[in-house]
């Protein structure tokens, strides 16, 4: 087999397992966000003893980039595909990470036996979902303009986010003796804020593949 073919069928495999690794942190993520509406254990738990298999396959990806990185020297867009790869592995996996932290948050504020929050997380959660399915949808297709678009999207999470805080710190003012819980509820927003800048990160990154363009969210 020549090399040439056999470096591109290997960069082939692993933009699959970088696709394949995206849709096993989305859905992580759709079930973190259905979590803080239900507490349903069972799929708290389901999250985070599942970790595991995005920590092995976030390793997996690194090892081939850099023996493809070895092997082959590339060059040009390819080169710029491997490096893209190697950061936007990383977000994914911190990603993955936020949705176990929300997991184990919720599962806390859970065992406080008061279950209601003060703040309805269901507009910044779809916003954050939508997010990370663009910049993903963005990967999957090369598509630049879908990840700028992002951008925008990124200050209604931060404004929302800070919609959180000021619900929180209205609530501990007026019940002063549970403040533990508000606290939990204001960081399952810093969660959601985090994976929104990981989305954004992406998107980043989507645009750099592309357009060989470094940019950063203003």
């Given at each position: 087999?020549?090399p040439h073919?056999?470096f591109?069928?290997e960069?082939?495999?692993?933009?699959?397992?970088?696709?394949?690794?995206s849709?096993m942190?989305?859905?992580?993520?759709?079930?973190?966000?259905k979590v803080?509406?239900?507490?349903?254990?069972e799929?708290?738990?389901?999250?985070?003893?599942s970790?595991?298999?995005?920590?092995?396959?976030?390793i997996?990806?690194?090892?081939d980039?850099?023996?493809?990185l070895a092997?082959?020297?590339?060059?040009?867009?390819?080169l710029?595909?491997?490096?893209?790869?190697?950061k936007?592995n990383t977000?994914?996996?911190?990603?993955?990470d936020?949705?176990?932290?929300?997991?184990?948050?919720?599962?806390?504020?859970?065992?406080?036996?008061i279950?209601?929050?003060?703040?309805?997380f269901?507009?910044?959660?779809?916003?954050?979902?939508?997010?990370?399915?663009?910049?993903?949808?963005?990967?999957?297709?090369r598509?630049?303009?879908?990840?700028r678009?992002?951008?925008?999207?990124?200050d209604?999470?931060d404004?929302?986010?800070?919609?959180a805080?000021?619900?929180?710190?209205?609530?501990?003012r007026k019940?002063?003796?549970h403040?533990g819980?508000?606290?939990?509820?204001y960081?399952?927003?810093?969660?959601l804020?985090?994976?929104?800048d990981?989305?954004?990160n992406?998107?980043?990154?989507?645009?750099y593949?592309?357009?060989g363009?470094?940019?950063?969210?203003?």
């Amino acid at each position: 087999m020549q090399p040439h073919f056999t470096f591109h069928l290997e960069l082939q495999k692993l933009n699959k397992k970088l696709l394949l690794l995206s849709s096993m942190v989305e859905d992580r993520v759709r079930k973190a966000v259905k979590v803080i509406e239900t507490h349903d254990e069972e799929l708290i738990q389901s999250i985070i003893m599942s970790d595991y298999e995005i920590d092995e396959m976030e390793i997996e990806i690194e090892e081939d980039c850099l023996k493809i990185l070895a092997l082959h020297q590339p060059v040009a867009s390819d080169l710029r595909f491997l490096i893209a790869v190697i950061k936007i592995n990383t977000e994914i996996e911190r990603i993955a990470d936020m949705a176990v932290s929300i997991a184990i948050r919720v599962q806390t504020i859970g065992n406080s036996n008061i279950i209601n929050t003060s703040f309805d997380f269901s507009t910044m959660s779809e916003k954050v979902i939508q997010m990370l399915k663009m910049s993903l949808d963005a990967l999957v297709n090369r598509d630049a303009q879908k990840a700028r678009e992002i951008f925008h999207i990124d200050d209604e999470v931060d404004t929302l986010r800070n919609q959180a805080y000021d619900a929180v710190k209205e609530m501990i003012r007026k019940n002063p003796d549970h403040p533990g819980r508000q606290i939990n509820t204001y960081l399952l927003a810093r969660h959601l804020e985090r994976i929104a800048d990981r989305a954004t990160n992406i998107a980043e990154e989507v645009i750099y593949l592309v357009d060989g363009a470094i940019v950063r969210c203003p």
